[in-house]
C-alpha cells in the first residue's frame, strides 16, 4: 500500500548527513511505485523521478530530518512544482481581457462533468466575480443535456440561451454570441457534447466551434478518477484545440488524483479548477500543493516535514548534529536548544495531529498536553541555571539546586526529576548519533 512505503521511506534513518546516490536509490524505488499506485502515467513519473534525483543530490539532511524525511520533501516539492505549483498566482484565473463577452468553451468526454462545471462556473463568476453570465448548450445529441444545463444555470441565477436538438453546434455558438453581445453580457460559456470515447466527428465538430467564435478560454474538463485513461484523452483534446486550462473533477472521489500529473504532463496547461462535489458550489481553485500531498497520501506528515523545516534553527541543529557525531557531550545547552525549537515546530498535540493515522496510534499512549507543560517547566528550570551549570549539570549540588528552584518557582523534588531526565536523555542522545526529533518526542513519553 502506497501510504505504507512513504512512510517506510520516512523513516529510514541512518543518521546520513547528506542525499547521496546510494542512500536515495532504494528509497526513490519506493516513490516511484507510490506515485504508479497513486495511478500517474509512467512518464510523468519518470519525470518527476529524474527531477527529484536531481535536486536531492547533495543535499543537505537538516538537524532533525532523516534522509527518508529530507527525500520526501522534495519529491512533495518537485512533484508540486511539476502540477503547477511554480506558475505562480493567478495561473488558475480565468482570462477575461478581452472584448466582452469573454467566452469559455468547454472541452471533454461525456460524464466527464462539463455541464455541471458550467453551473458551477456560472455561480461563481455571477457571486465572485460579478459577472454577468450566458450560458448555451452545443450538445444537440441529448435533449436530456440542454434540460440539464438549463436546470444548473437557473440554479445558478445565470441566463440561458434555449436551442434545439435540430440546431448545428457552430449555428448554437454564434446564436448565443450574438445575443450576448446584444445583452450585455461579460461571460458566455459554452457547453459541448461529449462522447463516451474519443471520435474523429467529436473532435470536428467541437474544433468547428473554437474556429468559429475564437473563445479566450478552452477548458478541458476531466474526470479524476480516470487515472491512466486520463492520458490518452488529453493528448487527444490538446491536439485538437488550444487548450487554455484544466479543470480536475470528481476530487471528492477516492482516487488519489494522479491524473492530475499525467494531464498537466501531457499538456502542459495548468489545472485551473477542482470539483469536489455534484453541488454548484463545489469547484476549488486549484491547489498544487494540496493535490501534491493527496497524491503521495501521506496524510499531513509532509506538512509536519515542512513545519520541522520552517521551526528549526538550521544551523544550530547542524552544529548539534555535528557534535552528537563526534561523540561530543550533549550539555544542558543544547537540551535548551532543542526544547526551544520544539515549541518552533508548534505544540507537540498540534504536531501530533498532522501525523497520519497509524502514527497517531502509536503516539496515543502519550498525554501530549502533560508532555507540553512538562516541557515549559523544563524550560524554566533551565533558564535559571548559571551557563557553567548547564555546561556541566554535574556540578548542580543541594545548594545550587535551592538556587535554581527558587529562580524557576517549582519544588527541589521537581529539579532532581528534571536532571534525572536530563541524564536519560543525554545517554539517549550519545545513542542517537544525528539526533532526531521524533526520537526525542518519543523519548519524552516515557
Ligand atoms: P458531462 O457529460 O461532461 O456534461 O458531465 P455532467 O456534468 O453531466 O456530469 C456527469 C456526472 O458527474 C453527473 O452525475 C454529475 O453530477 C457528476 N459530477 C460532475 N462533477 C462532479 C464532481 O466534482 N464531483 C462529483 N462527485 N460528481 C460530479
Ligand atoms: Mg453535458
Known sequence: NLTQRLAKVVKT????ARLTESNTAEMLREVR???????????????????????????DVIGSLTPGQALVGVVQKELASLIGADLGEGASELNFATQPPAIIL???LQGAGKTTTVGKLALYLREKKKKKVLTV?????????????????????????????NDKPVDIALA??????????????IDTAGRLGIDEAMMQEIAAVHAAVK???????????????????AKAFNDALPLTGVVLTKLDGDSRGGAALSVRHVTGKPIKFAGVSEKLDGLEAFDATRMANRILGMGDILALVESAQKGMDVEAAKGLAEKIKVGGKFDMNDFKMQLGQMKNMGSLSSLMDKLP????QAASGANMDNAEKQMRRMEGIINS???????????????????????AGVQIQEVNRMLAQFDQMQSMMKKLKGGGMMKMMRGLKG
Open 385 to 407: 541555571m548559571t551557563p557553567l551549570e548547564r555546561a556541566k549539570p554535574d556540578l548542580i549540588k543541594a545548594s545550587r539546586k535551592r538556587r535554581i528552584a527558587t529562580g
Open 137 to 165: 448548450s452545443a450538445d444537440v445529441y441529448r435533449p436530456a443535456a440542454i434540460g440539464q444545463l438549463e436546470t444548473v444555470t437557473a440554479q445558478a441565477g445565470a441566463d440561458f440561451f434555449p436551442t434545439t436538438i
Open 33 to 59: 511505485m507510490a506515485l504508479l499506485e497513486a495511478d500517474v502515467a509512467l512518464p510523468a513519473v519518470r519525470e518527476l523521478i529524474a527531477r527529484v534525483k536531481e535536486k536531492a543530490m547533495g543535499e
Open 106 to 108: 468547454m472541452a471533454g
Open 13 to 16: 534513518m541512518r543518521g546520513e
Open 215 to 233: 473563445p479566450i478560454e478552452t477548458l478541458f474538463v476531466v474526470d479524476a478518477m480516470l487515472g491512466q485513461d486520463a492520458v490518452n484523452t
Open 176 to 189: 448565443a454570441l450574438d445575443w450576448a453581445k446584444k445583452h450585455h453580457h461579460e461571460v458566455l460559456i
Open 357 to 360: 493515522a497509524q502514527f497517531q
